[in-house]
């Protein structure tokens, strides 16, 4: 009988080895991965922000509606592997504005930079979506790019562990955002509007802004049945 359940026993510590085993190494890639994301990231944004300040920051002018382009199109996005799929047409389908005059990285191109002190986001913008970018960064889907008259849409993750949009659900109308271009322009945008759509609802991307500056920041929701959207305007 002792030499049963010590062989019975054996086999359970056996077994539980191995479980501490899978569970350390499985941790130990999380913790790996969101390091090396981090590390990206922080390096995306010592680049962007060298970059920038070596340029000959401008006063952004007044929007005018010479430079508005406007689409009724509605157009569904689409991610691809291919970081330059994004979408089909539209006005400034899949942030067109944003791929030339970038800043390059590892074969990203930031276009921006978005800061919202609330939620104490500050993440590069990528240029195009693809699924690799929105794993390292948040980017442009749809519209003219950072900064530009009309409506630019920024996506990004919504993350258990707090990183990306995870945190869009707290903003609230009056919170601040503020994206910085290229051309070192810090633009900050006031949120009047927050919203829960369906994933197919793609109307309020190609929304006519009259001239004005505006952005969306969209994610899908903790149970990714819906997509929260977050409307803001040029501060004025």
């Not at 359940?5 to 890639?29: E, H, N, P, Q, R």
């Not at 590390?39 to 962007?48: A, G, L, P, R």
């Not at 945008?189 to 500056?213: H, M, N, V, W």
């Amino acid at each position: 009988m002792n030499s049963k359940y010590s062989k019975l026993l054996t086999i359970i510590l056996v077994v539980a080895i191995i479980i501490v085993v899978i569970l350390f190494i499985f941790f130990g890639i999380q913790i790996y991965k969101q390091y090396y994301v981090e590390k990206q990231q922080s390096d995306m944004s010592e680049i962007f922000d060298s970059q920038v300040s070596a340029t000959n920051v401008t006063t952004p002018q007044p929007p005018t509606n010479t430079n508005t382009t406007t689409s009724n199109e509605v157009v569904a996005p689409v991610i691809t592997d291919n970081e330059n799929t994004v979408g089909q047409g539209g006005s400034g389908s899949g942030g067109s504005g944003g791929s030339s005059g970038g800043i390059k990285y590892k074969g990203y191109t930031m276009v921006g930079k978005i800061e919202i002190p609330k939620i104490k986001v500050n993440y590069p913008i990528l240029a195009k979506t693809s699924t690799k970018a929105i794993e390292i960064a948040v980017s442009v889907l749809y519209g003219p790019g950072p900064n530009k008259v009309g409506n630019t849409v920024i996506v990004g993750h919504n993350y258990k562990n707090g990183t990306m949009f995870s945190n869009n659900k707290k903003l609230e109308a009056g919170d601040e955002i503020y994206i910085t271009d290229t051309d070192g322009n810090r633009i900050k945008y006031i949120i009047y509007d927050k919203q829960l759509l369906a994933p197919e609802d793609f109307e309020y991307a190609s929304r006519d802004t009259k001239g004005a500056r505006e952005i969306s920041l969209s994610t899908c929701t903790d149970d990714v049945n819906s997509r929260l959207v977050i409307f803001a305007k040029e501060s004025t």
